[in-house]
């Protein structure tokens, strides 16, 4: 009963060459000051009082850190029971306005810099004083979280002082006078 298999099929013979495809057009060249597809790029002159570039990306990460420095708080504070006055006990929780306060300022200073607002270093002054206001407020009810508060809010006052060093500023060669690099 035992048979032999069939052979099997030949495959088939090969399909038919496809026509040459005819190219696409392409789009022109963008021309200079141009993005791709004919959008074109604002290009502007720095404005004084802004931040260079790197001294913006370094703000931003700076503010980024204290925001995620007081997120940490906010954990530490409910893992380990311990109630800072702007989150209050687990049983009697502060409204979510009182407890989102901490968060304000380095959320609207990243939200600032990454839109290149004038005046980010005297913003990050006022907002680094509100964060280490924070940490006093916790002063009398437990040194730790409260440590780290102040310490969080003082390394973003520190890193907004140190961005004056980054600012733009206004040209101040009189109108008729040659520029004394030449």
């Not at 298999?5 to 190219?23: F, M, S």
């Not at 502007?44 to 980024?64: F, I, K, M, S």
């Not at 311990?82 to 304000?104: I, K, M």
Request: hydrophobic share 45%.
């Amino acid at each position: 009963m035992s048979s032999s298999p069939e052979p099997l099929p030949h495959p088939p013979a090969d399909p038919p060459a496809d026509p040459p495809a005819t190219p696409l057009p392409q789009p022109p060249a963008p021309r200079a000051g141009e993005a791709p597809f004919g959008v074109p790029i604002e290009r502007r002159d720095p404005r004084p009082l802004e931040l260079t570039p790197a001294w913006r990306t370094a703000y931003t990460v700076g503010w980024l850190c204290a925001l995620l420095g007081m997120a940490s708080v906010w954990k530490s504070s409910r893992t380990l029971g311990l109630s800072t006055w702007w989150l209050g006990p687990d049983a009697d929780p502060q409204l979510l306005v009182v407890s989102l306060l901490p968060f304000v300022a380095p959320i609207a200073l990243v939200v600032a810099s990454m839109r290149n607002v004038r005046y980010l270093p005297h913003a990050g002054v006022v907002g680094g004083l509100v964060t280490l206001g924070v940490g006093f407020g916790d002063l009398g009810r437990f040194q730790g979280l409260a440590t780290a508060e102040l310490l969080i809010g003082g390394a973003a006052l520190l890193v907004s002082i140190a961005s004056f060093g980054g600012l733009y500023r206004a040209d101040r060669t009189p109108a008729g006078m040659a520029d004394p690099t030449n």
